[in-house]
């Protein structure tokens, strides 16, 4: 499992500096405002959650209009579209919400943005880098500061700037990443290794070990043809369905006709059906392969596809094609940007709580709609499958490792960390942006 610290240390600004981090904060604030503004227009029918269509049609003004590095303007816009899939899964569940806004003082930085050191950090900012010194109390022994911060097992991860104005401070927000160790070969065939040597060995193989990341996917013959772990609800079953009824319809009443043009009719009829249906699911297929790439996932999690009709009430023969093409088309696609496309059994995903485990065929209260009896979690039903399936392929990955003797650490692909559907996102707080696996990839799982 992934350990991860968040610790809060004062900085020591130079007096002639801190407008320079004002100001970055000003810009980087902006950059996620127009982000969300741009990508909530449509809040009744579209919202953009794609980070690549926002970087893709914003970063160029953006990076025109500030003074911020490459870097700082990616991550404004970044935070922005989190929020914004955040606040589409509210509004897919029926929940009030409005466009995100920030203006908490807040800013994210990662190591492209800043350089993290045990004693002081180097910020990037609009007008060149800053050098902060830490403000690290005598008795630190114990306390965060001293048991992460200080402390070379673990490492420093996308963390956060923030100001305090009442103390008209400025606190970084740290997030430590404790450093995997493989115990069997630092303590037993290494005894004589200095613990130094033993941290920068770990390092270094946490390093080489490639990170996993699952996607996981849920199918389903109603509401939404698939929703991802990451909160991504894609295609329209229900449309499908529409349309397959009408023209069946269509093709019945015709037939009784039986002349040579309704049969022509009808064949035009099924081939311009055939092509609308393929157009959904390559759509479908790359909203799906955006959310994989968003996500720097290495791994995407379908359901087990045979038998589709056995498992699935009032799935028809139409359904386990779509869902067929839809795999086959998220494969071939995955191909290309080296992502691998496996199944899993589907076997309680639907009953099983992602949030505490609990597995129970009441815990679902209506189709759509999860409630665990033991938690008391409530989320979409749909979204709550397809975290468990990123965590079953997790589980098969993982266990696959150990027998090869690799050690590669995998992770499951979460909105920011678990999705809070009750979280307020304009206080969206600093371990939530701080949970987003915008980043590189950590370590196990996120949010389990
Ligand atoms: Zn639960």
Redesign the pocket.
Known sequence: MEVIRTVKVKLDVPDERCDDLHQTKQQFLHCANTTAEWAWRHPTDYCVTSKQKAEKALYEGLRNETELTANLVQKGIRRAIEATKSGVARLKKGDNTSQPHFDAWSVVYDKRSATFHRDHVSLSTVNGRVECDYVIPDDAEGTPIGEYLLNEDYEFRMSTLQYDRQTESFYLHARMRRVESDEQSTTTSDVHQTSSDAAHQNAKRSEDAKHRTVLGVDLNVDGSLAVTSTGAFIGNADEMNHRRREFEKTRGSMQQTGTRSAHLSIQSMKDREHRWMQDELHRASNQILEEARDHDCTHIAFENLTDIRKRMAGAKRFHAWAFRRLYQYTEYKAEMFGIEVEQVSPAYTSQR?S????THEN?RRSKHQFV??????ELNADYNASKNIARKLLKKLHSGQKSSGGGAPCQCALPSGTLNLNGDFHAYSVTESEGESTDKPTTSVVGY
């Open positions: 709580c949030s505490c485990g609990f815990n665990c009896q033991k938690c008391e979690y």
